[in-house]
């Protein structure tokens, strides 16, 4: 089992910036890359980004890229997404999510966390 905690959503303006930072614990080496989804009121969830274990191959949404850059520091269990140039599309529940391959596809990861609320005002 991987246990998932993410942390740093909150309210921010439109064209502002936040850290959202996943914390992984339990058994981490048998889930090696990282993804984060998102899910707003009355919508499905929606892929965002994701990383290999190496942190070698990122993905990003195409609406996000440029503006969302995702990390990882495996020595700490912990995968990070930088938001900046925030706008109030981006207003939903962040998850962090864990699973063999950096993919596009919720259903191939294995493991999630509870979410983080990013709400951004215009």
């Known amino acids: 089992q991987v246990q998932l905690v993410e942390s740093g959503g909150g309210l921010v303006q439109a064209g502002g910036s936040l850290r959202l930072s996943c914390a992984a614990s339990?058994?981490?080496?048998?889930?090696?890359?990282m993804g984060w989804f998102r899910q707003a009121p009355g919508r499905e969830r929606e892929f965002v980004a994701a990383i290999s274990w190496s942190g070698g191959n990122t993905y990003y949404l195409d609406s996000v890229r440029g503006r969302f850059t995702i990390s990882r520091d495996n020595a700490k269990n912990t995968v990070y997404l930088q938001m900046n140039s925030l706008t109030p599309e981006d207003t939903a529940v962040y998850y962090c999510?864990?699973?063999?391959?950096?993919?596009?596809?919720?259903?191939?990861?294995?493991?999630w966390g509870q979410g983080t609320q990013v709400t951004v005002s215009s």
């Open positions: 999510a864990a699973g063999p391959v950096a993919d596009t596809l919720y259903t191939l990861y294995h493991y």
């Open positions: 339990g058994r981490t080496s048998s889930s090696n890359a």
